[in-house]
Structures are given as structure tokens and as C-alpha cells.
């Protein structure tokens, strides 16, 4: 396969300036080797991870996407507000229709509130395993850190590599009703590293000078798996997740799934005359599902000091990660991360809620059509995954569009459910009948309504941590708790005060979680599990928020150069 490129063209400009044109990136398929084995795949710009986006609090970015792959794509920026701008939150479908081969179209919108890290990838069926970048949000200028300023800033990127193409593995899947071949290992900034196969010279190596601070941006852009992440004999100090700053703790490791960034302060040893050593950092799976297997392997990265000197001469210290289930600690990690709440970055927790629901998370199965075996959970059945026992049917022209339009017959029904239709022990016994419904359902929202989600994990072919994302909105996470939310004891027990801020949380294994938001953002959003597997099999939905009575409360009208389907 020849040189495909997919062209991003990005501009940055502050407001209220108009445009100035900035940088110019060309977004390519490319043949890339990992792990002795060559393949064509999608990239940016001929970048694999692609390429970085820096910008500031307050601007606005404009990105031209070209594709020239002969695959569909769109380009969803992952924890971006979107504040009337859903025309550009990306995902196939839902705001838009894809980007044909040949095709172009421009993504605008304003980094509004938010300092940190988030990342943008592919949200068209799995094209993110390789099309995925950081996007580095700074202060506005003249605002400092609430933490000691970085001597230097590094992104560390989390991913999978195939050595088959992902499109082909889920497409398999999908027919046979198994789970998918998993990946042959895990990246770190697009390398595999020294523990994996021919992968030696592919290793990421962290350079640093003693007694400095790094701050290390972690994105976890894998495809399907959460990821425990340490250096060894350093701590980290956690101060921001999904572009949120958070009451700074330490920690030696740290958990992130997929969908979810951590910024992390290290600060470099001094060079006090002890002997040189080479540090590991390694990432591997935190892995609760029973269904199919995982990618068991550990990716490694190097923490060098300067010199580096002869590395082979020096001894090789390895960090201690958790056991792979390890439920205790995602717990407790979990409950460590607090928002700052401070006059600067208050936390506006809604007090009252004004609709609350109760979803249940996890996975089910569809019957076998019965000319064929299947390899789902029996032989008469396919994997199938659920929000409120709706598996959720991807629609074949975008949701948003239809909303906008008042053309929503045929496209789109305002029924999901707002709790589960048959209640049953969720964490217990599973029930006898695990078939899913489907349909294409959303919740239809008042403006600025404010709402509250528990997301209950069930034990259906086995309890499962799923990272749920919410596309448009960040969200307060009041509570969490293993086994069965009880409604009439556990809300005392919520933060209401300090509670983290998130883009995406982690439904524990075995447990519920409670989020609460405002909706004040016109559109229709997005929320699904962001292990790609499960968003494959149905787990996902959508929320319609209807315009507010003021001007600057409304989406805005679709731009000019809207794909269609």
C-alpha cells in the first residue's frame, strides 16, 4: 500500500484577534515498523503518535482536516467543551458525517476554561489506533502554574500496536460475535521498548538533568486497555487530570484509562555522588473483565539522567506495579483525587439536581442469526454490551443535523430509558435472559438543566471497570462504591465540596460511580465506554441539550462545509 495521507492544516490564534495563520500539518498513511513487522497505517502529517497541538486558555483553533485514506475519518477533540460548537466535536454520526476519502473539512472552536492536557484521535470505528495526538492546553499568558513551574514539560502517550490492521480485527469480530485479537503490545510516545521483540532501538528515552522539575503530560490513547504507570524509585506528584486541576498528591503509580490524561510532577534526583543507575518506566494493564483475553504485556521507557555515560555499565532499576486486578487500588487511587476548589478554580458542583438516572453498564449478548456459529459468550450467541440493556444502533446520517433541522423521525427516539426497565441484582447473580434491546435513543435536556448519572457495573459475563466518556461537558464525581447503589443511604456520603473533575471516570469493577453536571451546553453529546471494544458492541448514547432563551445559549448554525453522509 502506497503513502495515503490524511492533511490537517492547523491555525492557532488568540482571541479576540482574527486568524493568524500558524503552523501547517499534513496528517499521512505511512509504513511504519514495530516490532519486526511493517505496516501501512493512517497517520498525521506523517507522524505516528501524530503531531502536537499547543495552544492557550481562550484560543481558538482552526484545523483543516484533507483526507487522502481510503478509509472514512473524523477527528474528535477528546475533553474540549465544544461550547456551541458541536459541529466540530467529531465523532461519526452523532455531531457529523464522516470525512470521505478526498475530501475536506474544518474544524473551529475556542479553548474555553480548561488548562492542562487533553488529545485528539479518530472517532470513526477503531481509526484511532493509530490516529491520535496530545493537545497541550497552557495558562493564558501571564497566569502561573498552581505548582512549581517545570523546568520542562514531556508528553508520554500510551497506545497499541497491531501487527494486523485493527479495522480488519474488529470487523472480524463483529462477524464471528467473539471477542477481538488484542494487540501485540503497548507504546509509550509510539515505541514499544526494550521488553518486547526486536524492539530495543524503539524505546522512548526520558532525558533529564538533576534536581529539575518535569512535568510529564500522561494520555492514555490505547485502544482498550486501563494502564498502571510507574518510574522506578521516583515519585510522582499528581496536580491536573483531563485539563482539571486537582489538590496535588503523590503517589509511585499512577492509574489512567483510556479516554483519560494525568499531568504528573517529577522531580529529578539531585546529583548528590551516588551511583548512576538507569530508571524503568513501565506501563501495563489494570485488567478486570472475564470476557476474551488482554494484552498482558509491559511497555518500558527509559529515565536517563545527563550524562547518560555508558548506560550498559549501570544497574537497571525497575519500578513495582499493582497485579493486574488490583480493585483495591483503582479504589483508593480513585479517592484521592480531589478538585483544587479554590477562588481561582472553584468548583461548581451542582447542589440540587434537577434529573437524576440511573444507568446500568456492561455487557450482554445478542442471538447468533441461525444460519451461522458464533463465538459470544455460547455458540447461539454474539457479545453484545449495553446502557440500560440498550445496545445503541449507530444511525446512518448524523444525530446532530437532525436535531438542528427538526428532522428527527426515522433518525432518533427521545425514550432512553432513565433507569434500568427490569431491575435485578446488579453485582450478583446475573439474570437467566442477558439479550440486549437496541435502538437509537437519546435523553432529551432542558438547558442548563442540572443533572446527575449513577453508572451501575453489572456482573453480566463477568464485573468490569468501563471508562465512561462524556463528549461535551466535564463532570463533578460525587461518589463511588463497590457492589449495589443504594439510593437511600449512599447520597450522604457524596463530596459535594471538592469532588474531581473529569471528561471520563472509571465505572468500578463490581461497583457504581455518581457524576453530576450542568447541561449548558446546546448540542448532542456523546457517552460511551471508551474501551473501543465495548463502544463496538453498543455501549454508548446519546444527550440532546435544546437551546437556551439567549443568544450566546444556542448552537450555533452548522458551517458551510459540513460533510454529509
Known amino acids: 500500500m502506497g503513502a495515503h495521507r490524511l492533511a490537517l492544516l492547523v491555525f492557532l490564534a488568540t482571541l479576540p484577534q482574527l486568524l493568524l495563520a500558524g503552523t501547517t500539518r499534513y496528517y499521512t498513511f505511512n509504513k511504519v515498523t514495530r516490532l519486526c513487522t511493517t505496516r501501512a497505517i493512517p497517520t498525521v502529517n506523517g507522524k505516528f503518535p501524530g503531531p502536537k497541538i499547543v495552544t492557550r486558555e481562550g484560543d481558538r483553533i482552526v484545523v483543516k482536516v484533507v483526507n487522502n485514506v481510503k478509509h472514512n475519518v473524523t477527528i474528535h477533540w477528546h475533553g474540549v467543551r465544544q461550547l456551541r460548537t458541536g459541529w466540530s466535536d467529531g465523532p461519526a454520526y452523532i455531531t457529523q458525517c464522516p470525512v470521505q476519502t478526498g475530501q475536506s473539512y474544518v474544524y473551529n472552536f475556542t479553548i474555553t476554561g480548561q488548562r492542562g492536557t487533553l488529545f485528539w484521535h479518530a472517532h470513526v470505528s477503531w481509526m484511532r489506533a493509530t490516529l491520535y495526538g496530545p493537545i497541550v492546553i497552557l495558562p493564558k499568558s501571564g497566569v502561573p502554574f498552581p505548582f512549581p513551574k517545570p523546568y520542562k514539560d514531556v508528553p508520554v502517550v500510551f497506545g497499541e500496536w497491531f501487527n494486523a490492521d485493527p479495522e480488519a480485527i474488529i470487523a472480524q469480530a463483529l462477524q464471528t460475535g467473539g471477542g477481538p485479537n488484542v494487540s501485540e503490545a503497548y507504546t509509550i510516545n509510539g515505541l514499544p521498548g526494550p521488553l518486547y521483540n526486536c524492539s530495543s532501538k524503539d524505546t522512548f528515552k526520558l532525558k533529564v538533568q538533576p534536581g529539575k522539575w518535569y512535568l510529564l503530560r500522561l494520555i492514555n490513547a490505547a485502544l482498550n486497555d486501563e494502564l498502571f504507570f510507574s518510574i522506578a524509585n521516583h515519585t510522582l506528584t499528581v496536580v491536573d487530570v483531563d485539563a482539571a486541576y486537582v489538590k496535588p498528591f503523590d503517589t509511585d503509580v499512577v492509574l489512567v484509562t483510556p479516554g483519560q490524561t494525568t499531568n504528573v510532577l517529577l522531580l529529578a534526583k539531585p546529583d548528590d555522588g551516588s551511583p548512576a543507575a538507569t530508571h524503568l518506566m513501565l506501563a501495563r494493564p489494570y ?65 440540587r439536581v434537577d434529573r437524576p438516572f440511573f444507568f446500568t453498564v456492561g455487557l450482554g449478548t445478542t442471538p447468533c442469526p441461525t444460519y451461522q456459529g458464533c463465538n459470544g459468550p455460547t455458540n447461539d450467541t454474539k457479545f453484545s454490551a449495553s446502557m440500560n440493556n440498550v445496545s445503541f444502533n449507530m444511525p446512518t446520517t448524523a444525530l446532530l443535523k437532525a436535531h438542528y433541522d427538526g428532522n428527527t423521525a426515522g433518525v432518533y427516539t427521545s425514550d432512553f430509558p432513565t433507569t434500568p426497565s427490569e431491575p435485578f441484582n446488579y453485582t450478583g447473580t446475573p439474570p437467566n435472559n442477558t439479550n440486549v434491546s437496541n435502538g437509537t435513543k437519546v435523553v432529551v435536556l432542558p438547558y442548563n438543566t442540572s443533572v446527575e448519572v449513577v453508572l451501575q457495573d453489572t456482573s453480566i459475563q463477568g464485573a468490569e471497570s468501563h471508562p465512561l466518556h462524556l463528549h461535551g461537558f466535564d463532570f463533578f464525581v460525587v461518589g463511588q462504591g463497590v457492589g449495589n447503589y443504594d439510593p437511600s443511604s449512599h447520597p450522604a456520603g457524596f463530596n459535594l465540596l471538592d469532588p474531581v473533575q473529569r471528561n471520563t471516570v472509571g465505572v468500578p469493577a463490581g461497583g457504581w460511580v455518581a457524576i453530576r453536571f450542568y447541561a449548558d451546553n446546546p448540542g448532542v453529546w456523546f457517552m460511551h465506554c471508551h474501551l473501543e471494544v465495548h463502544t463496538s458492541w453498543g455501549l454508548k448514547m446519546a444527550w440532546v441539550v435544546n437551546d437556551g432563551p439567549l443568544p450566546d445559549q444556542k448552537l450555533m448554525p452548522p458551517p458551510s462545509d459540513l460533510p454529509v453522509c
Open 287 to 351: 485488567a478486570t473483565g472475564r470476557v476474551g483475553t488482554y494484552d498482558n504485556t509491559t511497555v518500558a521507557a527509559i529515565l536517563e539522567y545527563a550524562p547518560a555515560g555508558h548506560i550498559k555499565s549501570r544497574p537497571l532499576l525497575w519500578p513495582t506495579l499493582p497485579v493486574f486486578n488490583d480493585t483495591a487500588f483503582a479504589a483508593n487511587y480513585s479517592a484521592k483525587l480531589r478538585s483544587l476548589a479554590s477562588p481561582d478554580y472553584p468548583a461548581r458542583v451542582p447542589m
